[in-house]
């Protein structure tokens, strides 16, 4: 779309994630990063809801920094479905034009992203790790979008733009961003989009939802994670520092080389190739600390490294170092922890 008339587009908007009804929190990361670029820009940041009875999260929204709200709110809209709700925020855009969209890098935010790319004809990038407007100074047009994610494996992180069609669409990863300050005194402007869904001739509906029957705390929402890696040096190894994570009530985590040799399910991995995190505490047993791996948690606030070679990057980056055999120590540590409970 290079014949576009790129200065009609103005604004950022950040598209909250609606699931079964609850906000998901990664909004207030999204304005994080979304009011970074307004104030750089200069322009106006806006929230983007769609879904059903979501009047209550626009107070949150705007404390958290919107200025304005938009609200599509429908009761035929109660639950996700990408093409009912691709459809609904596309007509949006073509109406008000935004400069901008940013949505979580979730399973929701993705498909939602893809989708609106394709009807709006324009770019997308995905899994962004950091986001900036060019100064003008190295390269780039003041005011360009610089959008970092990890390629090849996590080896090297490449910076995209898109100097040839609006809106620019990206998806952030979460946890990457901290989330938005509320701020009680902040007012906005809340919009209400009236919508007819009989009308968009849609091909899928929503049929039935069955939550997930594990009771593993998700390492993206925790607030403590204990990760293993190469050096528990086996599958079983696991089972000590699952024993420490269920003494702490926290999340398990995995390093890449834990995951590449089977010892555990991808959806633990944390670093640029998994997950990021940013736990108040991280317990890192056995992981040696890739600048992969340091990548997606070196934001936790609290980092306790346990491993036997006291020169490998964890343990100088950590705010607590344990050089010892995690095997001896570990269940030491569960001991006290439980006399402490009791």
């Known amino acids: 779309m290079s014949n576009q008339d790129l200065s009609a587009y103005s604004g950022i908007w950040c598209v909250g994630e609606v699931r079964h009804g609850k906000l998901a929190p990664t909004i207030f990361e999204i304005l994080t990063a979304g009011g970074q670029i307004a104030a750089a820009l200069g322009q106006k940041l806006s929230v983007v809801l769609i879904g059903s009875g979501l009047g209550p ?78 100064s003008g100074s190295n390269g780039f047009e003041k005011g360009t979008l610089l959008a970092t994610r990890p390629s090849y494996g996590g080896n090297i992180l490449a910076t995209l733009v898109n100097t040839r069609s609006r809106p620019e669409i990206y998806t952030i990863r979460p946890m990457v961003f901290p989330r938005s300050p509320k701020d009680s005194t902040r007012t906005g402007v809340v919009r209400n989009i009236t919508v007819d869904p009989a009308t968009w001739n849609l091909r899928t509906k929503f049929i039935a939802f069955q939550a997930e029957s594990s009771n593993e705390i998700d390492i993206g929402s925790a607030d403590k994670i204990v990760s293993g890696g190469r050096g528990l040096g086996k599958a079983e190894g696991f089972e000590t520092v699952r024993s420490l994570a269920k003494a702490l009530s926290a999340a398990v985590g995995a390093s890449r080389a834990a995951v590449d040799s089977g010892w555990i399910p991808y959806k633990h991995q944390v670093g640029i190739t998994g997950r990021t995190v940013r736990p108040k505490l991280y317990v890192a047993c056995g992981v040696s600390g890739q600048v992969q791996h340091l990548a997606g948690m070196g934001q936790s606030e609290v980092i306790v490294a346990i491993n036997k070679d006291p020169e490998c990057p964890m343990m100088k980056l950590a705010s607590f170092s344990i050089e010892a055999d995690l095997y001896e120590f570990i269940p030491a540590a569960v001991k006290e922890l439980q006399k402490h409970q009791s």
């Open 57 to 134: 999260w626009t107070k949150e929204v705007i404390e958290a920094g919107a200025d304005q709200v938009y609200l599509i709110d429908h009761s035929s809209l109660e639950q996700f479905v990408d093409e009912a709700y691709a459809k609904a925020l596309t007509d949006l855009v073509n109406q008000e034009k935004p400069r901008a969209l940013f949505l979580p890098a979730s399973t929701i935010g993705r498909s939602l992203a893809g989708r609106a790319a394709v009807m709006l004809k324009t770019g997308a990038a995905a899994d962004l790790t950091d986001l900036s407007a060019a």
